[in-house]
């Protein structure tokens, strides 16, 4: 079956600093990738959706400077919390569409657990 | 008002028992709709689609009501393994929206 990776699965980081998650399809090729982020007891909120080699298209309200998102190529997507602070802290997951599929059959990544201090 | 509601529980149910939950949505727009379930610190993974006609797949039963614009998950004899929390999700304009998920504790 389709697989995602995520990395690091953990991270804690210092105020300020920036960090960069990776999010892998690791056996099928992704033109369409999704970053959500989950706080406790919330839903997953839907960030961006990353399309290869164009610019992310990012949800009201996330702020496209604070989170750059580079699809490159059709296996790799990342994001950058730049600048990161407290409330930043949170559950991000990234998802990816193999091929032309549909958006709802989108696979998950395993998931990255940000702790800013 | 948030896109898709659902009551947070938590369930408390002994193994055997069938358990219902209850979702709704606001936007009529939504095409189609699924549950999830996700473990504690887990990505979601998908349960079952969700369709008019009703669909079941072993102990699950989903059933949409457009109408109604309401969803439901019915859960039969119950397992401990089934303790985790289940998201409605609605789908349109080629994205996914997540309820805040409700969770099922299943006790021996």
């Known amino acids: 079956g389709a697989v995602v990776s995520q990395h690091p699965s953990r991270v804690i980081c210092k105020s300020g600093t920036s960090v960069k998650i990776e999010c892998r399809s690791l056996?099928?090729?992704?033109?369409?990738m999704f970053w959500y982020r989950q706080f406790p007891k919330q839903s997953l909120m839907l960030m961006a959706t990353?399309?290869?080699?164009?610019?992310?298209?990012?949800e009201q309200g996330v702020e496209k400077d604070k989170f750059l998102i580079n699809h490159a190529s059709l296996t790799l997507s990342t994001l950058t919390v730049t600048s990161a602070h407290p409330e930043d802290s949170s559950f991000y997951i990234c998802?990816?569409?193999?091929?032309?599929?549909?958006?709802?059959?989108?696979?998950f990544g395993p998931g990255t657990r940000l702790t800013v201090l | 008002r948030k896109e898709v509601e659902q009551d947070p529980g938590p369930f408390n149910v002994p193994e055997g028992a069938t358990v219902a939950f209850n979702c709704t949505y606001s936007?009529?727009?939504?095409?189609?709709f699924f549950w999830y379930r996700q473990d504690c610190r887990k990505e979601p993974k998908l349960l079952m689609s969700?369709?008019?006609s009703g669909n079941e797949d072993g102990r699950f039963t989903a059933q949409l009501n457009r109408a109604s614009q309401y969803i439901s998950l019915l859960i039969r004899d119950s397992k401990l393994s089934d303790s985790a929390t289940y998201l409605c999700?609605?789908?349109?304009?080629?994205?996914?929206?997540f309820g805040a998920g409700t969770r099922l504790a299943v006790h021996p």
């Open positions: 990353s399309n290869e080699g164009s610019k992310a298209t990012y």
């Open positions: 056996d099928f090729q992704a033109t369409t």
């Open positions: 969700v369709y008019s």
């Open positions: 998802s990816a569409l193999p091929g032309q599929g549909a958006y709802n059959e989108q696979f």
């Open positions: 999700v609605g789908g349109g304009n080629n994205k996914l929206i």
């Open positions: 936007n009529s727009a939504s095409q189609s």
